[in-house]
C-alpha cells in the first residue's frame, strides 16, 4: 500500500468538465479548462481536452511546456502575463497570453516576429479586484499597442474577479467589459474573438440569470477539478466533489489530554494556541504536513476533526483508537490541491473511477470512495444538472 497520495478519477474530473461545458453552453459561454492546480498534468489534461472545452489554461509556461511535450495540441492560454525573461519560450508553445504590461508586449512581438510566427494575445482588464489588468480608461491605448505590433494578433479582451479580494462578478463589472468589447470593435473595426469574463467565481453570477452580454468565456479550474464553488465552498449540485482525494496514514493513535501542559508560548509557526479543556480524547496523528498541504484547507472525513497541522504532523481528533497504517480521506480545498499537487512527498494516482473501486482501503469499507463534503456555508445554491439529485451526485 502506498502512503501519502492524491486519489484522481478521472471519470468524475471529466463528468466535471462536460456539465460545466454544457451547462455554460445554453448561455453563450465556452469554458477554457485551467490547468494549473494539476501543474499541467498531461493524463489530466487529456480528459479535459476531450470533454469540449475550446482551450487549455495555465498561469505558468513551464506547465504548457509539459503538455506540449506530451504532445497535447489543444488550442493553449497562457493566463498570467507573461514574464520578459520567458517571453521567447511563451512564443514557442504557441499559447496565446493573457497581457497588460506594454514592454510585455513589445518583446513578445519581437520574439515571435524573429522566429517568423504571430502571438495571440488577449488583454486583461482591471474591473476591481485589484489583481493584473490595464484600467478600462486606458483600454484602448493599449489595443493601439497590440494592433500596431507586427507579431501580435489581437484575440480578445479578459477579466479575473474575486481572486485577490474577492470582488464578485456581478451584471455592474460584467457589463463594463461587455461596453468595453463593443468599445473597442466600434472604434477599430476590429471583431473580439474572445471575451473572457472569469473564473469559477463566474458560475454564482451566471446561475443567478447574470446577463452574459457580450462575455462569451469563462475560465474553469476549481469548479470542473473540485466540483465547488469558491465563493461559498459550497458543492456544486449535479457535479462531483470528491474527484480529488487525499489520502493520510496513521502513525500514532493514542488517548491524550485534550488540554497541552506545562508553559505555552507560540508554537513553531508563530501561532498562539487557545485549546480549551475537553478531557482526555483519541489523538490520532496521520503523516501529513504543512509540506504537503495547506493548513486550514483540509475537510476530514465524518467523525474526524482535524486539531493542528505542523511541518510533518496532521493532528486529529477520531472517535475510537486507530491502528498505525489505517488510512483517512481527506476533502482538499483548492490551496491544499495546489500545494499537495507540488509537494515531492505526496504521490499521484489517476485512475478511473473503477479502478480506484477495486481497491479497498482498511478503514473505510466503501471500497475507496471518499465521504467527505464540503462545509454548509450561508449562500446561494448553485445547481448545474438539475436533474441529478445532489445526493447521488456527490456519493
Ligand atoms: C487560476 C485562474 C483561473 C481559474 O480559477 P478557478 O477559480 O480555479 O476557476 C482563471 N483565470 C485566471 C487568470 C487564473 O489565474
Known sequence: MTGLRLEVDLDKIGHNARSLVDWAAASGISVT????????????????????????????????ERMRSARIVDPMWLIRSPAPSQVERVVQTGATSFNSESAVLAALSDAADGVGRVHGVVVMVELGDLRDGVMPAQLHETIVDVLRRPGL????????????NGIEPSDANMGELSDLADSVEDRFGVELETVSGGNSANLAWLQDGGSARRVNNLRLGESILLGRDPLTSRPIPGLHADAIVLVAEVIESKRKPSKPWGHASRNAFGELSDVGDRGEIWQTILAAGRQDVASGDLVA????????????????????QMAAGDELRFAPGYAALLRSMTSPFVQQRLATGEAHRSRTSPIDGAGGEATSTAPNRPGPALSLVPSLPPDAALS
Open 33 to 64: 479548462a485551467v490547468t494549473k492546480a494539476t501543474l499541467g498534468d498531461p493524463v489530466i489534461a487529456r480528459v479535459l481536452s476531450s470533454s469540449g472545452v475550446v482551450a487549455l489554461a495555465d498561469s505558468r509556461v513551464e506547465n504548457i
Open 153 to 164: 494578433c489581437l484575440r480578445g479582451i479578459g477579466a479575473n474577479l474575486a481572486c485577490r
Open 301 to 320: 472525513p465524518p467523525g474526524v476533526t482535524i486539531l493542528g497541522m505542523s511541518s510533518d504532523h496532521l493532528v486529529a481528533e477520531t472517535g475510537s
